[in-house]
């Protein structure tokens, strides 16, 4: 339903004065789950670079266990950055309050299977009725 000139209006006042006010846009992009995620997935990028830098300097003066740490580093942070883009793409990501949430799935139950069983409960209901 479009908005009436009166309402487009007063949302543009609104938009203007919640633009001016800086401390407002922090806050807002502050609890914002995907600035979050981009600034995990930088720290990660990092880390990772971090890690490869030590395997290099391991192998050059011939020292394994400076690689192997370095390695186990890299491996590391590639977790975290999967995890984290993988969290972020979820779809029960949300902003309440001001801080995010996941919503767990009731016990017992992992995301996939409630998922799947909603998905068998579904064709369960929607099947012909003739098939009994």
Known sequence: M????????????????????????SA??????????RRR??????????GLALVVY????????????GFVVMLASAAFAVQSHRRAQSPDLHVVGGTTSRRRPRAGRTGRRSSLLDRLEDRWRQRPEGHR
Not at 28 to 37: L, N, Q
Not at 41 to 50: D, N
Not at 58 to 69: D, E, N
């Open 58 to 69: 391991g192998a050059v003066i011939k020292t394994p266990p400076l690689a192997v740490a």
């Open 41 to 50: 997935l930088l720290v990660a990028a990092g880390v990772i670079i971090i």
């Open 28 to 37: 807002v992009r502050a609890s914002d789950p995907r600035f979050h995620t």
């Open 2 to 25: 479009p908005l009436s000139e009166h309402e487009q209006r007063l949302f543009e006042q609104i938009e203007r004065s919640l633009a001016e006010d800086p401390k407002f846009a």
